[in-house]
T-cell receptor, first 113, second 111 residues
Framework: KQEVTQIPAALSVPEGENLVLNCSFTDSAIYNLQWFRQDPGKGLTSLLLIQSSQREQTSGRLNASLDKSSGRSTLYIAASQPGDSATYLCAVNPHTGFQKLVFGTGTRLLVSP | SQTIHQWPATLVQPVGSPLSLECTVEGTSNPNLYWYRQAAGRGLQLLFYSVGIGQISSEVPQNLSASRPQDRQFILSSKKLLLSDSGFYLC??????????FGQGTRLTVV
């Protein structure tokens, strides 16, 4: 059974810092991995999707890497801003054709001005 | 562009009452559709997914059911709610073999 773990559970940093969020999964047989952002009481916003054949994806100040063989992904946020404060969720999809995502419990990020 | 609508945003229902949550997707055809639940202090769990009209797959045994009466409409239902049905319900869609997009969620409180 696939299990996804995110470390740390919570992170507090001052504005401007670069930071790394970690995601690990137990079964390396994944089709893709997706990073999401969730603001309190809101739905999920997709940040980055990495296919199993890819090593990384970038969008603006965000960079996500994937090491499928070791069961790890990292989300790098450059020059953090207070608006980045949210919960970040990692999810893996073990299936082709569907997005039957298995989620981690998230990292709650607080960026202070 | 594609958008996903989910309503209501919040709902308070007594134990034993029925439930109907609706989700619609615009700007695409034949999407995969999903219902997830996020319980307090726990991660998101996939409840149902659908690859086409009338085709529903359940991931976990529970008090809920899902239906897809139209290509871009997905409904989550219950005949009699339990306290344990409380949670944050999220509808999602994905193109084939691509990323998932989520709605804004429904906060359900069963009292």
């Amino acid at each position: 059974k696939q299990e996804v773990t995110q470390i740390p559970a919570a992170l507090s940093v001052p504005e401007g810092e670069n930071l790394v969020l970690n995601c690990s999964f137990t079964d390396s047989a994944i089709y893709n991995l997706q990073w999401f952002r969730q603001d309190p009481g809101k739905g999920l916003t997709s940040l980055l999707l990495i296919q199993s054949s890819q090593r990384e994806q970038t969008s603006g100040r965000l960079n996500a890497s994937l090491d499928k063989s070791s069961g790890r992904s990292t989300l790098y946020i450059a020059a953090s801003q207070p608006g980045d404060s949210a919960t970040y969720l990692c999810a893996v999809n073990p299936h082709t054709g569907f997005q039957k995502l298995v989620f981690g419990t998230g990292t709650r990020l607080l960026v202070s001005p | 562009s594609q958008t996903i609508h989910q309503w209501p945003a919040t709902l308070v229902q007594p134990v034993g009452s029925p439930l109907s949550l609706e989700c619609t997707v615009e700007g695409t055809s034949n999407p995969n559709l999903y219902w997830y639940r996020q319980a307090a202090g726990r991660g998101l769990q996939l409840l149902f997914y659908s690859v086409g009209i009338g085709q529903i797959s359940s991931e976990v045994p529970q008090n809920l059911s899902a239906s897809r009466p139209q290509d871009r409409q997905f409904i989550l239902s219950s005949k009699k709610l339990l306290l344990s049905d409380s949670g944050f319900y999220l509808c999602a869609w994905s193109p084939r073999q691509a990323e998932a997009f989520f709605g804004q969620g429904t906060r359900l409180t069963v009292v």
